[in-house]
DNA sequence: CTGTTAGCGCATTCAG
DNA sequence: CTGAATGCGCTAACAG
């Protein structure tokens, strides 16, 4: 039995009103009877219950959050950029991992709605609309984190993820590749999507004499990559150079180059992206370029904070620009 | 404003204590009424309120998380764990991070009481015992993961990270090394303390012929590895293999060595500990000893919620054996 | 300046 | 089988 605001009166020998009064500094009070207050407080170790706040208030000062899977590095950064800024502001955050399996994510949402989150922060599983919608329909205030739809009307923070990969994928054709692969992410969602546009881009720009092959819906995993890499240097005609999709898939194109005895960058150049920590660790050091993970999570929270504080501006659209990061993994001058 | 148990039951016509009953299948009633009742909590698209049922059960069905900090990847596999099994129970998890900052540890642990967590997973930041003290004294449930005290009415689950560490550096010695090195982590926590120990008892066994050298107290990072080998590497006799705390301090030595030229492992040997995901791509590929991070999450989380079940048992102690796992960093034969 | 009253949404008494 | 009443802890509205 946690104490209350009515221990915490009977203590100090005055009403719950009152108490309640000195306890968050209301209206002006008799400068004695709010130490009495004050320290029976202290002794009776007391802390307001939040759910009775929230009953009452009907702001549980808890943001929700709904991540592919937390233990995936961006995400890990992303949460972790989240986490400082509601803490900072006070809040808890309660953290759910949908798989990006959109029933899960609906579990969750469900779970954080009877919670009556304040707001949520969700890398939206992108196989239909219905986690966005729920929030929508249930009033929740959100921001999109790293994916979204073409609503406008919703808060969001990504990254140009096209000028990304077009950047890391021309920086490969202009080394002279013409024969080029692309790992490309789940085509629903709306960073695979663009990552692949980048590259098709850029193989485009790079005229006539350069052949482009590429595998859709790997997951952004180290097997995502491993599998995609397989299926492309098992085609007719092998590719010299090889986009992947982020970093987790270009160290699984790096197992599959080893198991076939490539070596990358010299039979096999690589790019990735994201820039998790270890990329320049990896064997070889990896050329990706940079989305700042932690950033995002921290803008995200700060943008959803405002709205919670009574914010009313038009749709925050917050896109960073990567910089492209050349490493050895892609051939080339470092 | 959520639809409550009073929309439903006037929408249904029926008192709420019936609606109650029927949405919560308490004791028998008319199956036309529940149908009725359930109907319109379905029309309405009715969730309870966790807060009103957190104030007048005294359970929120939320677990609480402190850990060092989620980004890391042994405690974000951890905290994936764990996320897992709560979710599978019905609970939400809030997760904090303490960056094993004592005073910031409190803090959270003060917003986890306000939220009246049922329970709290806790890697706990071991300056001193004021965290696990401030939990046990507020009758929260908790279990400790990977740091503990030597009180064993504390539930627990770690690794022998005595016999791990002290595995690899004979692993090590073995190969013949004879000035041999070990950064050791913050000797405050438990598990950095029990390292340093295997590996020093691996010395020992090694024999008069062994010298060994270490710096204490760097933090479980890159950075943290990498200060540390800067130190051993400009001692008067240079080692030619090194015992890192964990990983993420071998990728620090990694760096280091590269910085001045020497080679891994030709020139330094070199071990690390957990077997994070990225371990086997790292270049060169690291030896290590597996610390199965996701599992230790789940069965902390299972504990816990058997205990929050009534699970009256003596303190649950659970110890993982990693298994050494030999790569091309620690030279010798792969 | 202070205390009394009422109500947030739900679950658990009690009566009927 | 059903409903009305009560209280969880806190805050707001209303007296005094």
Sequence with gaps: MPTTIKDVAREAGVSVTTAHRALNGKSELGAEKRERVLEAARKLNYVPSAAART????????????????????????????????????????????????????????????????????????????????????????????????????????????????????????????????????????????????????????????????????????????QGAIALLSGDVRPTAIVAANDLQAVGVIKAARERGLKVPDDLALVGGDNIELAEFLDPPLTTFHQPALAIGRRGAEILLDRLDGDERPPHHVTFVPDLIVRASSGGPV
């Design 55 to 226: 009953l009452v208030s009907g702001r549980s000062r808890t943001l929700g959050m709904i991540v592919t899977n937390n233990a995936s590095p961006v995400y890990a950064d992303i949460v972790r950029g989240v986490e400082a800024v509601a803490r900072d502001a006070g809040y808890g955050l309660l953290l759910c991992n949908s798989d990006d399996d959109q029933s899960r994510a609906l579990e969750c949402l469900e779970i954080l709605r009877a919670k009556q989150v304040d707001g949520v922060l969700i890398t939206p599983v992108q196989s239909d609309r219905r986690d966005i919608d729920y929030l929508r329909n249930s009033h929740i205030p959100y921001v999109l984190l790293l994916r979204h739809f073409d609503d406008p009307a919703d808060d969001r923070v990504i990254i140009d993820n096209e000028a990304a990969a077009h950047g890391a994928s021309r920086y490969l054709l202009e080394l002279g590749h013409q024969q080029v692969g692309c790992i490309a992410g789940p085509q629903e969602t709306s960073s695979g999507r663009a990552r692949l546009s980048g590259f098709q881009r850029a193989v485009r720009e790079g005229g006539d004499r350069v052949r482009a092959d590429f595998v859709t819906g790997q997951a952004f995993t180290v097997e995502g990559g491993y």
